[in-house]
C-alpha cells in the first residue's frame, strides 16, 4: 500500500511538471506518459492543421516538406484542397486606403531594411467612391509622415483647396438665418483615384503622375474564407490556423481558385464589421452609431445666375462644413418636424467651374437614419437654395459606423483601420486618423519583423501593434469623445446648432485636436492629457447656449452613472488609465518549480523497495 501510494503521488507531480521526463524513477511510468501526450499531440495537430508543428521561417523560403504537409492537413480538415500556394512576412487583407497605407508603408525599402508583404482582395481593381475631404495642416503631417518612410505623396493627391471653410447654424439661439460663420482653416478634397495609384505597386495601376506606383508589396485578388467564433478560433475548420510562429489560411478568388498563404502576421483592413476581428465583449461598451450620407457630384445650371462666385449661399472660395439650417421646409410640416428631430447638415465641395459636390449627412444616429431621407432632403434643400442639377456625375451612399466596443485583447489577427473601431466616434473623421496610425503600427511590426526567424513572436508583434494603435492613453481619449458621440446623438437641430457655434468659438488648436484626434496629427496635444481634456471640456461648457450646457452638464452626470469610469478617468488621474493592449509573457514555468523539483529529488532518493501488485502494474504501467 506504502508503495502504492508513492507511485500515486509521483504520477499526480509528473502531471504538474513542464516536462515529461521529470521524474528519474520509475522508468516505465515515464515511458507511458511521454507516449500518451505524444499521441495526443499528433490527433491534435492533425485535426488543426500541421502549421502548428512548422518551425520559424523565412519570408522566402518554404520547404517541399513543410508545404505538403500543410496542404495535406488543409485539404483534410476544410474538405478544400488549395490549387496554388504563397508565402510572405505580412498579409494585408482588404484594398481600401488603410490596407493600401499600412501595406505601402510596410513594404518600404526605408533604412531599416525590406519586407515581403502580400495585399489581398478579390476586388483589388474596384474604385474607391468616398469623396474624402481633410484638413490641410492634417495631411501634410500625413506626407512629411509618408516621405520619412521614402513613400512620398505628391501633390497630385490634392485636387481642390480651399483657403477658408463656411459653416451655417442660423435659426436658432438669435443667429440669423443668413449668417455664415467663417473659418480661416484651409480645407481639401483628395484626388482619390491619384492616392490610390500613388499606394500602389507600378505594376498595378496605370501611374499618371511622378510617384505614383511606387509601393513595394505584391497583390493577391482574392479574399479569405473565415469567420471567427472564438479569439483565434475560426470556421469552417482548417480556414486559418495559428501556431507560434504565424498562420496559414486560405484565400479564395472569384473564380474558386483557392490560395494557401503561409504569413508571419495578418493585417485586417476589411471594416468595421470585419469577420475575423472580434470586438472585445467582456467590457462594458456602448452600441456604434452610424453615420450616414447620400452625395452627388453634379454640374449646377449657371445660366441665370447673377453671381458665379456662389452656388446659392455657398461661396466657390470656401469649403461648406455644415449647414444645420431647416429653412427649406415649411412651417408645421412633418418634413420639417423630421428633420428638427433627425437633423442632417449639406456638406458642400465647390470643386472647378460649375461643379460641386453636395452631400446631405446624418452626423451620428442610433439607429441609422435611411438613404432616401437623406436624398429627399437633399433635393429638397438644393430646390429651395435655387441649385438646377444638369447631370450627376457620381452618387454616394456613405455608411460609417463610429463608436462601439473596440477589439478584443490576445487576438493574432491585427485589425487596423474601421476593423479596429479608429473611426472618431464623434465626427466620423477616420482616412487622416488612419494614415497617421499606419505609422506608428508599420514601425512596430517592421521592428517584430527585424529580429529574425529566432526572435520572432506573432503574439509579441500583434499586441505591439493592437497598443500602437490603442495604448492606455490614446483609449482615455477616445473614452472622451464617445461621450461626445452619445451627447450629439440625442441632439435635436436646435442642440446641434448651438453645439456647433459654441464649438467654433474656441481658439483652434482646441477645436483642430477635437475633430480629427489622433496622435502625430496637429493640435493632438490639446487633447491627449486628462488635463488638457479637462481644459477643453470646461472651455468648450463656457462657450455653449444656456441650456445647450446645461443638457451637457446633466449628460455628464447621466453618462458617468450609467456607463461608469471611462467619462471620469479621461478627465482624471485619479482612476488611472484604462487597460491597454501591451504584450504580457507568458510564465515559462507553471506551478510551485521548487516544489516539484523537491518531489522528483525526493522520490529518486527514496530507498524503498517493496514489490507492486501485479494487477496495479500491467493496468498503470504499461
Known sequence: MKVAVLYLAAATVAALLPSTDAFVAPKQQRIAQISTLQTTSSSSSSALSSSSRQAPFSSHTITSSRKHTALAATAASTGVTPTTQDECDVLVLGSGPAARAIATLLASPATDGSFDILVADAN???????????????????????????????????????????????????????????LDRPYCRVDKNALKRTLSPKDEVE?????????????????????????????????????????????????????????????????????????????????????????????????????????????????????????????????????????????????????????????????????????????TRLKHLGITITDIEEEEFCYIPMGGPLPAKDQRVVGFGGAAAMVHPSTGYH?????????????????ELKSGDAGWNPERAAARAYDAIWSPSNIAQRNFAVFGGEFLMKQKVEGLRGF????????????????????????????????????????????????????????????????????????????????????????AAVGDVAAKAEARKMIAESTVEEVLPVDFEEKTLV
Open 207 to 379: 501611374t499618371q503622375n511622378e510617384g505614383e506606383g511606387a509601393a513595394k508589396y505584391r497583390v493577391t485578388r482574392a479574399n479569405h474564407m473565415s469567420r471567427a467564433t472564438s479569439v483565434n478560433i475560426y470556421s469552417p475548420a482548417g480556414s486559418m490556423v495559428h501556431d507560434e510562429s504565424g498562420t496559414t489560411i486560405l484565400l479564395e478568388s472569384k473564380d474558386g481558385e483557392v490560395t494557401q498563404v503561409r504569413a508571419k502576421l495578418i493585417v485586417d483592413c476589411t471594416g468595421h464589421e470585419s469577420r475575423i476581428v472580434l470586438k472585445d465583449d467582456r467590457m462594458k461598451s456602448i452600441p456604434p452609431g452610424f453615420q450616414i450620407a447620400y452625395g452627388l457630384l453634379a454640374t449646377v445650371d449657371e445660366t441665370n445666375v447673377p453671381d458665379t462666385d456662389f452656388v446659392g449661399p455657398y461661396s466657390k472660395e470656401a469649403m461648406t462644413l455644415f449647414d444645420y439650417r431647416t429653412d427649406h421646409f415649411p412651417e408645421n410640416s412633418n418634413e420639417l418636424s423630421k428633420a428638427e428631430n433627425a437633423p442632417t447638415f449639406m456638406y458642400a465641395m465647390p470643386l472647378e467651374s460649375n461643379r460641386i459636390f453636395f452631400e446631405e449627412t446624418s452626423l451620428v444616429a442610433r439607429p441609422a437614419l435611411s438613404f432616401q431621407e437623406c436624398k429627399d432632403r437633399c433635393l
Open 500 to 587: 456647433f457655434d459654441g464649438f467654433f468659438k474656441l481658439p483652434l488648436e482646441l477645436w483642430g485636436g477635437f475633430l480629427a484626434g489622433w496622435p502625430g496629427l496637429p493640435n493632438n496635444e490639446a487633447h491627449e492629457t486628462w488635463w488638457a481634456r479637462l481644459v477643453f471640456g470646461l472651455s468648450f461648457v463656457s462657450k455653449l447656449p444656456v441650456p445647450v450646457a446645461l443638457d451637457m452638464l446633466g449628460s455628464i452626470a447621466a453618462y458617468s452613472i450609467t456607463e461608469g469610469v471611462p467619462l471620469p478617468q479621461s478627465v482624471s488621474p485619479l482612476l488611472g488609465l484604462p487597460d491597454g493592449y501591451g504584450y504580457k509573457e507568458k510564465a
Open 431 to 447: 482616412l487622416c486618423r488612419a494614415m497617421m496610425g499606419a505609422g506608428s503600427v508599420a514601425k512596430v511590426i517592421r521592428e
Open 124 to 182: 483589388y481593381d474596384r474604385g474607391w467612391i468616398p469623396n474624402y475631404g481633410v484638413w490641410q495642416d492634417e495631411w501634410e503631417s500625413i506626407q512629411k509622415l509618408f516621405a520619412s518612410y521614402q513613400q512620398p505623396l505628391g501633390t497630385e493627391c490634392v485636387d481642390r483647396l480651399w483657403k477658408v471653410t463656411d459653416c451655417f447654424f442660423g435659426g436658432s439661439f438669435d443667429i440669423p438665418v443668413e449668417n455664415r460663420e467663417r
